[in-house]
């Protein structure tokens, strides 16, 4: 039986993480390009990931005490902690997501997250097309307010 490791970049029904790179929307500031990344696992135009054109699905980090500043985007999403701590906030809506919390992101709503905890916060992300609109999902996420200062301490293991 071969691994996953044998089947990089040949499947078209499953990836593992450990087979897709790091990386961070080019459009946001370094300051947050820093203390935030992601692997694309399902859907997309990245390369290396399962085509599918009507969702996007992959993992998301946040270095311990990192800010990922108010942002929105078209798309609706859902989040689900894995680990780590998070204050986070939905519209005016902020509260304390840990390990076993899912959080809806309706089309456009403003949210942020605040790493709260001393480990990176891991979680899984997934944007669909709603009503089949993928128009939304080739529109990526804006800044809702500048990047804060991040704190010294805002650095992934491997940093």
Not at 3 to 25: C, F, I, L, P
Not at 38 to 61: A, F, H, N, S
């Amino acid at each position: 039986m071969a691994t996953n490791k044998e089947n990089t970049g040949a499947s078209r029904s499953h990836a593992h993480v450990s087979d897709v790179q790091w990386t961070a929307s080019p459009q946001y500031p370094e300051e947050l390009r820093r203390v935030y990344r992601y692997k694309p696992l399902i859907g997309g135009r990245w390369q290396g990931v399962i085509p599918q054109e009507d969702i996007l699905m992959g993992v998301l980090e946040l270095a311990p005490g990192a800010i990922y500043a108010a942002h929105a985007h078209p798309a609706p999403e859902i989040y689900y902690v894995m680990s780590g701590t998070a204050r986070w906030t939905v519209g005016d809506e902020t509260f304390d997501a840990e390990p076993g919390t899912a959080i809806y992101h309706a089309p456009n709503a403003l949210h942020r997250m605040i790493n709260s905890g001393d480990e990176t916060l891991r979680v899984c992300w997934m944007w669909w097309a709603p009503d089949g609109n993928r128009e939304v999902l080739n529109i990526g996420s804006r800044l809702l307010e500048p990047v804060p200062e991040q704190p010294v301490s805002a650095k992934f293991p491997s940093q």
